[in-house]
């Protein structure tokens, strides 16, 4: 067997072995299971789907579809624990409710109606907690969203970081959607609706540690004007919509890679980065990729109607900077590969630990 | 992004390509090291070696700042932050790193006040934010970091302040490459020299290995272009007979160093008698440790540690990896056993880590043709 043959035949092994389902074997908890890389996807996969046999949670979406008589409905929900509470262009308000009515609309369902829930730590200034109701206020009436309902707890002073928000989103899903994880098909091209890594650099440079000065702001939006648009102009040729959040564009490719068993193949020169993001990036050593995002989806559509999807997405509000990054392929299955602006190739793998804690 | 962009422009990259093929001897096999981990992750990076032909073998080398920290090392580290009352600090790679018993990350989920920073002045301001407890460094590095260490414990000192402690791990690069010169089971045609290390030490240093060992070596920088001039230049030095220390770095290596860092470290730093490695051993006069005048910061003297020399893990083949004997994939746990999620050896730790850069980004590299 040459060098090479031999190189091969191990690297099957271990693809065989990555193609696994992830199993949760930690002694604890550790931050990298909140990262949306690997240890998250061991907690999911190997603790949660196994507890409970269900099999909308096991498609794994951002929302799970709900059928009832006359009609399809998504439901989704997620906790912000965001530091700083406050950051330029958006705070946590804002977020609680993009990040969730975002989950619906990437499942092709319009967003309905949210709950809002509060955890909030003794000694919260009120005048606070009034601004970030406003956001979520304003956040709400922008994605035209009702909160329907709500609950408020309190915990002792340092038992939480100012104030955490859980907001659950209802949607009813549209019927010219028919989107699966599972529903890539080599030929697909992959659309960015914009610019990746606003949200998670903007939350690290307000958190003042690196002490870099760079005007950055969130990208937090509500993303269904885009989905809506996207639907109009691809209808059953749009396969699958993902908003890039925890764990960046990189994590979503690798997710839906394996959840279809195709490859992607990305042009690395094609994405759209903010320059000083990417300035922010190569100081800190961290690939915009896998930085996350809070207004930006990824779109899978068949070839045919790629352009048409494109000029939607551009013409969507945000959507100015949106590109095809790329295309679906069939080899090598469930790995995304990256055509450097160099002109190189190299693996894109999943996020392994926790770069940025706490950015939603 | 200025005076970066300019060295990844593609176009120059394939032209430079070109002049590699025209210099290669059809037929001969060349292995060059890289030294500086550094090197190994722009080379995955940017898919380097995509564009050199099939019998120009790039070798990684053990330049790895957390890929040669030791397991007994770590644990010690541990030790220290369980200490009640002790804010221990490190950089963000080192918290993944495994000792005997767990990582730091463990220990911080544990309940040990473990903290990422991006430098030592980072840790020093928690110091000076945090006054009653204790606050320590887990240094490491090679004169590349060290460096910024030493002019941390000097504005420490200067400042007053009572509560800093460094656990230093400085390890200076010049008697690894020797030890590895002298291991028989390597046949290296020239080296790629640590453009980094060398903009404190300068590309002096390194004259004993044309000298000693007839091997060229080339001190390069970390854009992509850099890389594959430096690779150029060497088949150049081979081609035409020579063997000498070249510096394609001379933007920012001057050839005899930074006098001002070396004063500093002179100042802070004494070498240590000897310095284990990981998967190495004891390299004599390989590392640092604080110089008696900054006795009152050094951690190892404030707590007891263990001090345990730890064997590596029976199947962990870093040392080997470290010393280029084998390819990461040629190690018998890499990337069933040992993942960058779940790591055996320092190597699949750090993204400068041979094996983490291999696994994450250099599996499925194109097909290339041998001249």
């Given at each position: 067997?040459?060098?090479?043959?031999r190189?091969q035949?191990?690297?099957?092994?271990?693809?065989?072995?990555r193609?696994?389902?992830?199993?949760?074997?930690?002694?604890?908890?550790?931050m990298a299971?909140?990262?949306?890389?690997?240890?998250?996807?061991?907690l999911?996969?190997?603790?949660?789907?196994?507890a409970?046999?269900?099999?909308e949670?096991?498609?794994l979406?951002?929302?799970g579809?709900v059928?009832?008589p006359?009609?399809?409905?998504a439901l989704?929900?997620d906790?912000?624990?965001?530091k700083?509470?406050?950051?330029?262009g958006?705070s946590?308000g804002?977020?609680?409710?993009?990040?969730t009515v975002?989950?619906?609309?990437?499942?092709?369902?319009r967003?309905?109606?949210l709950?809002?829930?509060l955890?909030?730590?003794e000694?919260?200034p009120?005048?606070?907690?009034r601004?970030?109701i406003?956001?979520v206020?304003?956040?709400?009436?922008?994605a035209?969203v009702?909160?329907?309902?709500g609950?408020t707890?309190v915990?002792?002073?340092?038992?939480?970081?100012?104030?955490?928000?859980t907001?659950?989103?209802?949607?009813l899903?549209?019927p010219r959607?028919?989107?699966?994880?599972?529903?890539?098909?080599?030929?697909?091209r992959?659309?960015?609706?914009?610019?990746?890594?606003?949200?998670?650099?903007?939350?690290?440079?307000?958190?003042?540690?690196?002490e870099?000065?760079?005007?950055?702001?969130?990208?937090?939006?509500p993303l269904?004007?885009?989905?809506?648009a996207?639907?109009?102009?691809?209808?059953p040729?749009l396969?699958?919509l993902?908003?890039?959040?925890?764990g960046g564009v990189?994590?979503?490719?690798?997710?839906l890679?394996?959840?279809?068993?195709?490859a992607?193949?990305?042009?690395?020169?094609?994405?759209?980065?903010?320059?000083?993001?990417a300035?922010?990036?190569?100081?800190?050593?961290?690939?915009?990729?896998?930085?996350?995002?809070?207004?930006?989806?990824?779109?899978?559509?068949?070839p045919?109607?790629?352009?048409a999807a494109?000029?939607?997405?551009?013409?969507?509000p945000?959507?100015?900077d949106?590109?095809e990054?790329?295309?679906?392929?069939?080899?090598?299955?469930?790995?995304v590969l990256?055509?450097?602006?160099?002109?190189?190739?190299?693996?894109?793998d999943?996020?392994v630990?926790d770069?940025?804690p706490?950015?939603c | 992004?200025?005076?970066?962009?300019?060295?990844?422009?593609?176009?120059l990259g394939?032209?430079?390509?070109?002049?590699i093929?025209a210099a290669v001897?059809p037929?001969?096999?060349?292995?060059?090291m890289?030294?500086?981990g550094?090197?190994t992750?722009?080379?995955?990076?940017y898919?380097i070696?995509?564009?050199?032909?099939?019998?120009v073998?790039?070798?990684?080398?053990?330049?790895?700042?957390?890929?040669?920290?030791p397991?007994?090392?770590?644990?010690?580290?541990i030790?220290?932050?369980?200490?009640?009352g002790?804010?221990?600090t490190?950089f963000?790679?080192?918290m993944?790193?495994p000792?005997?018993?767990?990582s730091?990350?463990d220990?911080?989920?544990?309940g040990?006040d473990?903290?990422m920073v991006?430098?030592p002045?980072d840790?020093?301001?928690?110091?000076k934010?945090?006054?009653?407890?204790?606050v320590?460094?887990?240094?490491?590095?090679?004169?590349t970091t060290a460096?910024?260490?030493?002019?941390t414990?000097r504005r420490?000192?200067a400042?007053?302040v009572r509560?800093?402690?460094?656990?230093?791990?400085?390890?200076?690069?010049?008697?690894?490459?020797?030890?590895?010169?002298d291991?028989p089971?390597?046949?290296l045609?020239?080296f790629?020299?640590?453009?980094?290390?060398?903009t404190?030490?300068?590309?002096?240093?390194?004259?004993f290995i044309?000298?000693?060992?007839?091997?060229?070596i080339v001190v390069?920088?970390?854009?992509p272009l850099?890389?594959?001039?430096?690779?150029?230049?060497?088949?150049?030095?081979?081609?035409?007979?020579?063997?000498?220390?070249?510096?394609?770095?001379?933007?920012?290596?001057p050839?005899?160093?930074?006098?001002?860092?070396?004063?500093?470290l002179?100042e802070v730093?004494?070498l240590r008698?000897?310095?284990?490695?990981?998967?190495m051993?004891?390299?004599?006069?390989?590392?640092l440790?604080?110089?008696?005048?900054?006795?009152?910061?050094d951690?190892?003297?404030?707590?007891?540690?263990?001090?345990v020399?730890?064997a590596?893990?029976k199947a962990?083949q870093?040392g080997?990896?470290?010393k280029?004997v084998?390819?990461?994939?040629?190690?018998?746990?890499f990337?069933?056993a040992c993942?960058p999620?779940r790591p055996?050896?320092?190597?699949?730790?750090?993204?400068e880590g041979?094996?983490?850069a291999?696994y994450?980004?250099?599996?499925?590299?194109?097909e290339r043709?041998?001249v």
């Open positions: 067997m040459t060098v090479s043959e190189e035949r191990i690297l099957g092994i271990i693809e065989t072995a193609a696994k389902r992830a199993k949760f074997r930690d002694a604890r908890v550790t299971h909140g990262a949306g890389g690997k240890a998250t996807q061991g999911i996969e190997g603790l949660l789907l196994p409970f046999a269900s099999p949670l096991d498609a979406g951002d929302a579809i059928t009832l006359g009609g399809h409905v989704t929900t906790s912000f624990v965001v700083p509470i406050r950051f330029p958006g946590i804002e977020l609680a409710v993009n990040g975002n989950d619906l609309a990437v499942a092709g369902a967003p309905l109606a709950t809002l829930s955890v909030l730590e000694g919260l009120a005048e606070e907690l601004a970030e406003d956001a206020a304003r956040a709400a009436a922008a035209d009702r909160v329907v309902a609950d707890k915990v002792e002073r340092g038992h939480a970081d100012g104030m955490y928000v907001t659950t989103g209802l949607g899903v549209d959607a028919s989107l699966s994880p599972s529903a890539l098909k080599p030929g697909d992959i659309l960015l609706s914009g610019r990746v890594g606003d949200h998670g650099t903007a939350i690290m440079l307000a958190r003042g540690e690196f870099l000065g760079a005007e950055i702001e969130s990208d937090t939006r269904w004007p885009a989905v809506d996207l639907l109009d102009a691809a209808g040729s396969h699958c993902r908003d890039a959040t925890r990189a994590s979503v490719l690798n997710e890679a394996r959840a279809s068993g195709v992607m193949v990305v042009r690395e020169a094609d994405v759209p980065v903010h320059p000083a993001v300035g922010a990036a190569e100081i800190l050593g961290i690939d915009p990729m896998y930085v996350a995002n809070e207004g930006k989806l990824v779109a899978f559509v068949a045919e109607a790629a352009e494109l000029a939607a997405l551009r013409a969507a945000g959507g100015e949106a590109a990054i790329g295309e679906v392929r069939t080899d090598p299955p469930t790995m990256v055509e450097t602006a160099f002109g190189g190739r190299r693996v894109m999943q996020l630990g770069p940025l706490r950015i | 992004m200025r005076y970066v962009e300019e060295f990844r422009d593609a176009e394939r032209a430079l390509a070109g002049e093929l001897e037929g001969r096999h060349y292995k060059l890289e030294v500086c550094g090197h992750h722009s080379i995955y990076k898919g070696d995509d564009l050199l032909p099939a019998n073998e790039l070798v990684h080398g053990p330049g790895c700042p957390v890929c040669v920290i397991m007994g090392r770590v644990d010690d580290g030790a220290i932050a369980h200490r009640p002790v804010i221990f490190c963000g790679d080192m993944r790193i000792g005997s018993d767990g730091l990350q220990a911080k989920a544990a040990a473990v903290r991006y430098s002045l840790a020093l301001r928690i110091a934010a945090n006054p009653d407890r204790d320590v460094f887990f240094a490491i590095g090679f004169e460096p910024s260490t030493a002019l414990l420490a000192k400042e007053g509560n800093f402690f460094c656990m230093c791990n400085h390890v200076t690069i010049v008697p690894p490459l020797r030890a590895l010169l291991s089971d390597l046949r045609d020239g790629i020299g640590p453009g980094h290390v060398s404190v030490v300068g590309a002096r240093p390194f004259e044309p000298a000693d060992y007839g091997k060229p390069a920088g970390f854009e850099d890389v594959l001039h430096a690779v150029h230049m060497i088949l150049r030095q081979l081609a035409e007979g020579r063997c000498e220390v070249e510096n394609q770095y001379s933007r920012v290596v050839y005899d160093g930074n006098l001002r860092a070396l004063e500093v002179a730093f004494e008698p000897h310095f284990e490695w990981r998967g051993g004891f390299i004599s006069q390989s590392g440790k604080l110089s008696a005048a900054y006795a009152a910061f951690a190892e003297l404030r707590y007891e540690v263990p001090g020399r730890v590596d893990p962990c870093c080997e990896v470290l280029g084998i390819k990461p994939w040629e190690c018998k746990v990337g069933t993942t999620e055996i050896g320092t190597c699949m730790v750090s993204s041979a094996c983490a291999y994450n980004f250099g599996r499925f590299a194109r043709e041998v």
